[in-house]
């Protein structure tokens, strides 16, 4: 069966960094779209990073441009987020997550959660003020 599994979160203070990672197993990971959401307490889920199995383009929130970086390696079946410059706001539990591109029937995949139909557990990061 198809699986995502997250790993990496922790407790990291204000300014830190911290790498998560997302293990894709029983798929093709070039085959797919992938990306990193991030759920706070009392909050939508929100999409943070998204990365296209087309053409490898990524897309950003607002709130992480130049902090987060999303990438993957098919060779691996692994999918990354680099987050850097870690603030208190960050504080979440963040989730990979992918959808098929054989699924896909619009012109390109988001990075908003309803377009996304397998999901990780989440693992959780915390940013210490």
């Known amino acids: 069966q198809v699986q995502l599994v997250e790993s990496g979160g922790g407790l990291v203070p204000t300014g830190g960094s911290l790498r998560l990672s997302c293990k894709a197993s029983?798929?093709?990971?070039?085959?797919?779209?992938t990306g990193w959401f991030r759920q706070a307490p009392g909050k939508e889920r929100e999409g943070v990073a998204c990365?296209?199995?087309?053409?490898?383009?990524?897309t950003y929130a607002d709130s992480v441009k130049g902090r987060f970086t999303i990438s993957r390696d098919i060779t691996t079946n692994m999918l990354y987020l680099q987050m850097d410059s870690l603030a208190p706001e960050d504080t979440a539990v963040y989730f990979c997550?992918?959808?098929?591109?054989?699924?896909?029937?619009?012109?390109?995949?988001?990075?908003?959660?309803?377009?996304?139909?397998?999901w990780g557990q989440g693992t959780q990061v915390t940013v210490s003020p």
């Open positions: 029983g798929l093709t990971l070039g085959v797919w779209y």
């Open positions: 997550a992918g959808v098929g591109s054989w699924t896909v029937t619009t012109d390109k995949v988001g990075c908003v959660p309803m377009e996304y139909d397998l």
């Open positions: 990365i296209s199995s087309r053409d490898g383009s990524t």
